[in-house]
């Protein structure tokens, strides 16, 4: 069973930066799309950043140049790299990661294996 786990959110103030982990165990696809989503309290989960094993990224506009996704295979860790952070960003964060071959590796496609998610709050 692929796990999941997320670390490094926290609490900063606007224009701060945070960078979040996500350590991937059990993984056996034969491909890889890991994906950063969050959720605000009481609004629907965004999808907000992708990243295939090939290393092609894509954003969501509202984190597209502010935040960066990364990968090092080395530890299987992903990261999730946010500057310039402001409150509308606040929220819990969390990662996902399947296989590409069902729904390629678009922001916000679905996703089988999911962390618990780390909150994340940017205050004024």
């Known amino acids: 069973q692929v796990q999941l786990a997320e670390s490094g959110g926290g609490s900063v103030q606007t224009g701060g930066s945070l960078r979040l982990s996500c350590v991937i165990s059990e993984y056996t696809y034969n491909t890889r799309c890991t994906g950063w989503f969050r959720q605000a309290p009481g609004k629907a989960r965004e999808g907000i950043a992708t990243m295939t094993d090939k290393g092609s990224t894509l954003y969501a506009d509202s984190v597209k140049g502010r935040f960066t996704i990364s990968q090092d295979y080395t530890s299987d860790t992903a990261f999730l790299q946010m500057n310039d952070l402001k409150p509308e960003d606040s929220g819990m964060y969390f990662c996902?990661?399947?296989?590409?071959?069902?729904?390629?590796?678009?922001?916000?496609?679905?996703?089988?294996?999911w962390g618990q998610g780390t909150p994340v709050t940017v205050s004024s």
């Open positions: 996902a990661a399947d296989s590409i071959a069902l729904y390629g590796c678009r922001v916000g496609r679905p996703f089988s294996h």
